[in-house]
């Protein structure tokens, strides 16, 4: 990036921390309510946990973008794949830490893939259309939320059912690369029963997987079609009882490539991914309980057929690869005093995985397979929390889980989260909390697998500042942390007999900070910006290593939503990705350059119930690779119509 860039880039920075005061970091007037925090409602101003609040306002200037697209602009977020073929797997590196380190819950169930080397969950199985808010809870968060809660939680709300009789959504785009989406859906509530249904279907020629680096070898497009389904009934018993049945299903063919710099013309992938359960809360007047079972069925068959042989090695091949989740789960919330509350919980997972790997070539057939019956685990957990709130501005949070694991056996972790409000309109805030990830059944059980592992801990610390001005026109946050991790689990290949296994690092140590801003301008806009460093080391054998591979050392956004006229909004948006080391089995240069991307997105409300909408990314048409061998979209862009009645 050139030095006029980097310049202009901290100038905007630099000017919107001079003129910000402190939070709403959404940009609203009244105070935010939110709920993954503690698993219960609770105002921003009650908690000292770092929380990022997506609504629907947000999630609507956004529409001509994934989910990925979107919560890559939020500070301390790197998606590796996000701007890729649509398909992609998604890596979600959170300020800094690894795959799977971010936990992802949906209406307060937790979703996995076990059948992934990370169990992570796909995001390509949620459209962003069928989503009505997102809470991105950062810091370790392992004692309300278990396993996999490292760097955080991001909780997905889906659409729920409107107030009256019937409301109808509907929708449609094109765009760059022959991609065309349609959206539709009907929802209300009759009486005492609620109901939501929502369609997506998406489609598109896509480009390239793999970057043609001479330009002359003629890679097929990878192409990517999508079917996406979510249903929900509530149905209210009496006045405190309401019981609700959901699901959410998702398939998707895509085009994959054979590597990095050499096209497949025959390599095909399906998912699918399905994910359905049942509830019931009873609210009574300062007492609420919840009851909650789910299961999740996460499936990807990959062919690659002999018509368009890319290598000797491996002339033909499919993989089946199954992951199943079942979550049983009750906790609640009890109001001991005004200033005293109790939260706390029972949850139990199982997973396993089932999978199948043939191919041929030069040296013969090839097979692997893992059973469900052996590759298999279960944990079952007890937590609880004490919250203290609005005690003279002081509010505190302290916490404990116990965990029994089918391998590991007994695991316990803490939190306590003290946070001051100076006024009604600065708080100073610090969080100590343990977290933990056991190994994937793939680390596990795989042919790399080593039953051996044990199971990553780490502490993080926290602390900061969040401010806004007396008309709450203005925010300001900044936070401060620091991670240690043990066991950290990594990839090793032998130097002598070339044999790889997964085996346990001594230690990882990582810190960072982030910088949060959002400045309303005299009533026709505002100005959000975010600024993330991240840097660490690991420890192995007594010597350090750097090895956030893949991990930007800091990443600035900055986006104005201007509001002209009347119905009228335009956003245009930059955002500016550092330097970063190439993964360890990566082509390129060890230290990849930085890139920027400009987008814009442009929105008229037409009626009430109409909006016609533009949405322009990478609008310089910048060339860029989060994997060196691999495309990132250039300049392309969706428009269309949504409509609500």
Known sequence: MSKTLTLLTTSLLTASILFAQKDTLEGRSGEVMVTTATRSNLKQSQTGKIITVLDQKIIRNSIGRSLSELLNTQAGFFINGA???SGTNQDVYFRGAGSGNML???DGTPVFDPSQISNSFDFNSIPLQQIERIEILKGGQSTLWGSDAVAGVIQIFLKKEAKKKMAINSGISYGTY???????????????????????YIKSKGFSTAYDSTGKKSFDNDGFEQNNVQASLNYKLNTSLTAKAFGNFSTYRTGYDAGAFVDDKDYTAKNSNKLGGLSLQYKGKDFVW?????????ERAFINDSTDISSIYSKYSEGKYTGNTTTLETFGNKT???HLSLVGGIQYINQNTDQSYFSTGAFGPFKASLGKDSSKTNQVSAYTSLLITDVNGFNFEAGGRYNHHSIYGDKSTFTINPSYNVDDHTKLFVNISSAYKVPSLYQLYSNYGNKGLKPESSTTYEFGIQTQSEDRKTSFRIAAFKRDISNLVIFYTDPATYNSKYINGNKQNDYGFE?????????????QNNFSFVDGQGTQSGIKV????RRPTFIVSSALTLQPCKGLTIIPSFRYVGTRLKGQYDFGPTEQPSFYTIDCFMGYQLHKTARLFIDLHNITNQQYFDIVGYNSRQFNMMAGIDIQF
């Open 546 to 549: 750097s090895n956030l591979y």
């Open 83 to 85: 701007n890729n073929v």
């Open 290 to 298: 919840n009851i909650q079972g789910s299961y999740q069925r996460a």
């Open 336 to 338: 001991l005093t005004r």
């Open 515 to 527: 910088i949060e801003s959002n400045v309303q301008l005299a009533g026709f806009g505002s100005w």
């Open 104 to 106: 992802v819950v949906i």
């Open 178 to 200: 022959n991609t065309t989406r349609i959206v539709a859906g009907a929802s209300g509530t009759l009486d005492k029963l609620g109901y939501n249904v929502q369609y997506n």
